[in-house]
């Protein structure tokens, strides 16, 4: 199933999924993308436009010699530019609008919520040499299969825990670029709990009276066990430390050698002296937790935080069904548009792939099966 989908048989369908005729305009006039009827004659008409430039793998050109053709609009590939670079406000309300209309609450148990970003490339041959990106943002909520939340923002936008609005009673999950003090205490000060991956020296580790943690001797003393369950606190610069719970697992042996060589790998590519501490933390998977012991054993914890795949599956699923990549030109406001579109059109195709063969909802039955 193709963008063409959408734009033709089913237009009407796509039209009432964003909230009908009225709503999509109204959002077009408050967001300044469509103020008066000109070269394009309304705003349904702007946004199958924008859809068919930013989804039809058409150029500036093609696609105002597409529009002419087809009577929809007559207008420069000029002034195409000028119309994109107005619609990013407006495509980040219409894609607001689709993922509240498909948001679901779980019906027993509390929601989780998936945390992560994936890049793309921007365009031009400097920001291919200079590493430039655009950062998305996301959540991905269980067991609806949903994403909730999509944040746009360049290479410089940290991730952070915080930056997903929380919902009531969560368990928020993420990986260990988001072990930060600041965020995790704002999530869990809302009512959320939180389950994230660490490394051994992320932060300034305390243990049950507010004393320097030994984490590495911790684990050292619990090699032969292979888990370890306890107290654990987290230092914090202008506020009380946050008292958490570290849940660690130590890998199979098959593992260990591979994490042993990886760690001397980055070491030796980062050019310093690899720190034994370093290769004895490279043999667990380090967990922190606001959950408590009863009812959630280590191993609940461990497997709460192994349903972040999903999320991984998630964004492979908006870059090979809808083709999310960079986007062709260097403007940033066209930039903003361009991705906002095809997610966009990954939540409005959802319902109607839900139901194929090689749909990513039936793959994810599968795997779990």
Known sequence: MTHDVLLNELWSTTLHRLGGEARVTQAARETK???????????????????????????????????ASVGLADLSNVALLGRLRNCGDWMERLVASL???????????????????????????????????????????????RFSFFELTDETGAEHLGRVPVQANEIRIADRGYCRAGPLG?????????????????????????????LIGALRKAEVAGRLDCPIGLWRRKSTPLMLR????????????TAHSNARRESSKEGHTLNPHTLVAAEWVLLVTSLPADPFTAEDVATLYRSRW?????????????????????????????????????????????VVEDSPRRQVADLAA
């Open 33 to 67: 993308a469509f103020l008066r009827p000109r070269e394009v004659k309304s705003a349904i008409d702007l946004l199958r436009l924008v859809l068919a430039y930013c989804l039809g793998g058409m150029g500036l050109r093609s696609t105002s010699a597409w529009a």
């Open 99 to 145: 993922l509240a209309t498909d948001l679901s609450v779980p019906a027993h148990g509390r929601p989780v919520r998936l945390l992560d970003a994936t890049t793309v490339r921007k365009a031009g041959l400097d920001a291919r040499r200079n590493g430039r990106l655009w950062r998305l943002h996301a959540a991905f909520d269980l067991p609806s299969e």
């Open 186 to 214: 704002e999530v869990l000060a809302k009512g959320a709990d939180i389950i994230v991956r660490t490394g051994w020296n992320s932060a300034r580790w305390l243990d049950a009276d507010g004393e320097p943690f030994d």
């Open 246 to 257: 570290l849940v660690a697992f130590r890998k199979p042996q098959s593992e260990i050698a």
């Open 310 to 354: 999903r999320i991984e599956m998630a964004f492979k699923r908006l870059k090979s069904l809808v083709g999310l990549a960079g986007p062709p030109g260097e403007d940033a406001d066209v930039a903003k548009t361009w991705i906002l579109a095809h997610l966009l059109m990954i939540l409005l195709l959802e319902p109607h792939t839900a």
